[in-house]
């Protein structure tokens, strides 16, 4: 057996948009070419724009990057060798462009995942169950989520994306109630991944922090609320934000984080044991210091494939798998069955 990759990427293409119907076409996000010297994303010249926004297109990639018909998945079988080369079994692959995307008209919203999930399913579907995928959902209409979460779930994916703020709501909010038990149902884990919560910030550099620290907010208010006993079979994965935070927020949590006010809760010494909540660490973090409150169970691993940025590495779970400060047995576990267990693989 190979490895799993908790977290990879692919980038949109025109084919993408190709499943809105023709009273929808109005929604579709139009490629744009611009001299970089834009406020927004200062430097890149290649963007979707949608909504008001300019989002990365994928086209300004550096010349080591994975060819675009790998990172498009115009042909998957260039995304199975490159994984093959790695020693990758499954990889679970995420939308970049909704990473990003803040589109505030619901209907919009709905069309544009609707035909993005239609075409994630089409690209997958002929890797023999190597390339599994997450469902976006269009959480500003319950019900179409439903029906993606419906559709995907008999077309390969197994997961849903989320990031730290959606519709202008904490993850904890009762409106996503329905949502994640159609999930839990369903068999499908929650991905929360970095991502656009602010879009007057998010396309700045200096901004990439505030797609990072959502998660960890996220993590805690979904980890002190009942969203656990509520949904007791439901796995929850925390992407791309690293694993170092995990110290930090079981002392937050401690000290009374659920209410602002200070307190002295007791947390026993590995808080996430039997806890459904996965965390993607980095081949290149204190493991020793994060284990000791993670356990061995906990943790997954991703390349974060297609991108290029600071949680990327192609070769991030043989590079792990490296390292003499961690039990083998305990890497095997981060780089194969832990992701197994959080996509029931």
């Not at 692919?10 to 190709?18: A, H, N, P």
């Not at 970095?194 to 996220?218: C, E, K, M, T």
Request: proline share 5%; with cysteine.
């Amino acid at each position: 057996m190979g490895f799993i990759d908790a977290d990879a990427h692919v980038w949109e293409s025109e084919d993408t948009w190709s499943y809105l119907t023709s009273g929808e076409r109005r929604w579709k996000p139009v490629l744009q070419t611009t001299d970089g010297e834009q406020h927004e994303w200062r430097g890149l010249k290649h963007f979707w724009y949608v909504d008001g926004q300019l989002l990365p297109s994928g086209r300004d990639a550096a010349p080591d990057a994975p060819p675009e018909h790998d990172r498009t998945l115009a042909d998957p079988r260039a995304r199975i060798a490159a994984m093959d080369r790695h020693g990758i079994e499954t990889q679970v692959v995420i939308s970049t462009f909704f990473l990003g995307a803040d589109i505030r008209q619901a209907e919009a919203q709905v069309a544009l995942a609707r035909s993005c999930n239609r075409w994630l399913a089409d690209r997958c579907r002929a890797s023999n169950g190597r390339l599994r995928w997450s469902i976006v959902p269009p959480l500003r209409d319950i019900a179409a989520t439903i029906e993606e979460i419906h559709h995907g779930a008999k077309n390969g994916a197994v997961s849903i994306l989320v990031r730290g703020v959606e519709a202008g709501r904490l993850l904890t909010d009762p409106y996503f109630h329905p949502v994640y038990a159609e999930a839990e149902r369903q068999g499908l884990a929650v991905g929360v991944h970095i991502g656009n919560v602010d879009r007057a910030i998010h396309h700045q550099r200096a901004g990439i922090i505030f797609s990072v620290l959502p998660v960890v907010g996220a993590f805690i208010g979904l980890f002190v609320s009942d969203i656990r006993q509520r949904f007791p079979s439901l796995n929850f994965a925390f992407l791309e934000a690293g694993s170092e935070w995990l110290p930090f927020a079981f002392r937050e949590i401690s000290r009374g984080a659920d209410t602002g006010r200070r307190k002295h809760n007791v947390l026993g010494s590995m808080p996430l044991a039997g806890a459904r909540f996965f965390v993607a660490c980095t081949m290149d973090e204190d493991l020793p210091h994060v284990l000791r409150c993670s356990g061995a169970e906990n943790l997954v691993i991703g390349t974060d494939y297609g991108h290029q940025d600071l949680g990327t590495d192609a070769a991030a779970h043989a590079l792990l798998l490296a390292r003499r400060d961690v039990p083998r047995d305990v890497l095997s576990q981060i780089s194969d069955s832990n992701g197994r267990v959080l996509y029931r693989l």
